[in-house]
């Protein structure tokens, strides 16, 4: 029987969901970047789009929205969006019902990411798969990584993640959280400082 203790999966892409009760619930499940799109939000924020579009390029995204209409939609333009790199789609099962938080179900009754149990969101992966190749666990960068590294919570902490984001090709304008996410997919804790070090002096030359 699977339980919520059993090893996340590990997962080179970037998943994308709508929600963040989604995003909770698939946390439990993989070990990835998850990016969520706050349902029709995508069509406005060009940050998350922005993000999308990097992680299509680098890593590949793998595309996980709801099996009603609105999911179908917000798959159809986050495909509309990306020009280059890898887009993989993955479906949860059209099962009806209601998720446990809700008053009533969704307009079609069909339960989302979120209503799916940890074992057929653990299955989806394992049967597409997608599962990395690279089971050693890194040194992970953390949010006090960010603030003792100048990135968050200081005056010029804007200015220095965009200068960071631009020697990374990255979106330049990401803020401190979406920059630890991408960040935790380019290296690891002591490479980032190791390359901050190294920013740090061509800036003094």
């Known amino acids: 029987m699977l339980t919520n203790e059993q090893p996340r999966l590990r997962i080179k892409q970037a998943v994308v969901v709508e929600g963040k009760y989604d995003k909770i619930k698939l946390s439990a499940v993989i070990d990835a970047v998850i990016i969520v799109t706050n349902g029709f939000g ?3 924020n060009s940050e998350t789009a922005d993000l999308i579009r990097f992680y299509a390029r680098s890593s590949g995204i793998i595309i996980l929205t709801d099996s009603d ?3 179908a939609r917000i798959r159809g333009h ?3 969006i990306v020009s280059e790199g890898e887009i993989i789609s993955l479906y949860v099962p059209e099962i009806f019902g209601k998720e446990k938080r809700k008053t009533s179900p969704s307009m079609e009754g069909k339960l989302g990411v979120e209503g799916m149990s940890v074992q057929i969101l653990r299955e989806t992966f394992e049967k597409a798969g997608l599962l990395s190749e690279d089971s050693e666990p890194r040194e992970k960068i953390t949010k006090q990584d960010m ?3 100048g990135l968050s919570g200081g ?3 804007r200015e220095k993640r965009r200068h960071l984001c631009a ?3 990255l979106p330049e304008n990401l803020s401190a959280p979406a920059l630890l996410d991408a960040l935790n997919t380019l290296m690891d ?3 980032l400082r190791s390359y901050m070090n190294g920013i740090a002096d061509e800036r003094k030359e």
Do not use: N, V
């Open 147 to 149: 603030y003792e590294l």
């Open 42 to 44: 995508i069509y406005k």
């Open 69 to 71: 209409t609105a999911g």
């Open 189 to 191: 804790r002591p490479h």
């Open 78 to 80: 986050i495909k509309s």
């Open 167 to 169: 020697s990374l090709s």
């Open 155 to 157: 005056a010029d902490s």
